[in-house]
């Protein structure tokens, strides 16, 4: 997932130091925080935050080197489909891999405004097929690089409602929304949207994210806090969840927020 809406330069973090065929590539949260301190950022409970990455083709076979017992990594989400009938080359080796390296899993659809929502969330349903009890909810991917020639800001919001509420009717989970704060705030402004996780990307080096005007009263769920931390090689996007472990088994579960 990438944001172009003047993400603020971090610089290039690094999450190891081995090689890809290497197994010793240990990770350490506090040596990538993306903040000026040098200790882990805590949640409002006082308990550690829960980090993953995003992936997709752009990563290539980086699932096949990643491990949850020498990573300190929680969760992988990957990309599955993009409109009606783009999907992911490597999202099926992606999908099998992610919980067979411990991980907790996520797949995101990558929103086209100039196609039929409906449409849009049965291909991703086709594609994903039915999500099991520890998966992450389904993830809509919506930025501008989606907007194409459309413009009616009325209609996009309707159509994403369509493809949320059909995504959600069909797998009994309510999907997270990611988009930036600035890119919300102009085609996100319908109150409807308020009812769905928010995973904000904002890339702007503090200790919490910015969030969107419809979910000023929410917390966040996921934080996307940089696209340019490294690990093995491959330049990632890399994100938070807003709590511990248990709490994000909770929101899996549907039991926590």
Known sequence: MKIFLAPVALGLLLLTCSSPKESN????SAAVDTTKNDTPLVSGNGAAFVYGIDISSY????IDFLNSKQDTLSFVICRATLGITVTDTDFKNNWSLIPQKGFIRG???????????TEQAQHYLDIVGTLAAGDLPPILDFEQAGLADIIDKQKIQSDLLTFLSTVESATGRTPLIYVSPDFANVYLTDPAFAKYPLYVADYNGQQKPSVPTVWKSEQWTLWQKTD????NGNQNDYDMFNGSAEALQAFINGTGK
């Open 59 to 62: 990563q290539g076979d980086e």
């Open 228 to 231: 340019t931390v490294h690990v």
């Open 25 to 28: 590539h240990a990770v350490d």
């Open 107 to 117: 797949a995101y659809h990558f929103y086209e405004c100039n196609d039929d929502p």
